[in-house]
């Protein structure tokens, strides 16, 4: 499963919303207490981290609608080359009155082009580069090819843009993975030393446990 979806649709979605909750309300409890020195230092610990939260947050969104954007795009671009590739077949269908077997019709689709056009973006791609090629002989093909010449050189580019923008995409999300593990591990030992912090406080002080427990939701 991807970051995207981990840190939309998951369980891990729920941890890491939680998370920063969680340390806002010990922050906003700490704050509450600006008089108190020993505990305004303790506020601007966990304020540092929940800074840093909301710095991933941030990454998190332009990447999550990056990769949702990578997706359209191929999504759009297997589209077009599906129906170039299509239109490609069926006109050598019918200058072949057809026969698949005829050597013209095979130059272009080892295989039928129906197969071709039912797989996958990337697995389309070295057929197409294939009837590309073929294009891409000019005067030695019919003319009714000639003008899938320009459709189809631009069809592949948007693919190989399209696959490049996802992949690029997908791993972003994946470093920004290492980051929230990393933060979840720090948010973590802070709020503990936060904990541990108040129970020392509340000792000195002489109070009760729910001193350190009002800190906490």
């Excluded at 806002?24 to 600006?34: D, I, K, P």
């Excluded at 299509?86 to 080892?110: N, Q, W």
């Amino acid at each position: 499963m991807s970051t995207v979806l981990q840190l939309t649709t998951s369980a891990a979605a729920a941890l890491w919303e939680d998370a920063y909750e969680q340390l806002s309300f010990t922050a906003y409890a700490l704050r509450s207490q600006a008089a108190d020195e020993e505990l305004t230092e303790l506020f601007d610990d966990v304020r540092g981290v929940l800074a840093d939260w909301e710095a991933i947050e941030a990454d998190r969104r332009a990447l999550r609608a990056r990769a949702i954007e990578a997706r359209a795009m191929v999504r759009v671009a297997d589209a077009a080359l599906d129906r170039t590739l299509a239109r490609v077949g069926e006109t050598l269908l019918e200058l072949t009155e057809g026969d698949r077997d005829h050597d013209l019709y095979r130059r272009f689709f080892p295989e039928d082009h129906e197969r071709l056009v039912s797989l996958g973006l990337e697995g389309e791609l070295p057929g197409a580069s294939l009837v590309m090629a073929q294009l891409d002989e000019g005067g030695e093909i019919p003319d009714p090819l000639v003008a899938f010449i320009a459709p189809m050189r631009a069809c592949l580019t948007a693919a190989h843009q399209a696959i490049t923008g996802r992949a690029e995409s997908y791993a972003g999300l994946g470093r920004l993975q290492a980051r929230v593990e990393a933060w979840l591990e720090t948010a973590g030992a802070v709020r503990a030393n936060t904990q541990n912090a108040l129970d020392e406080l509340a000792e000195e002080r002489g109070l009760s446990d729910r001193f350190a427990a009002s800190f906490f939701p």
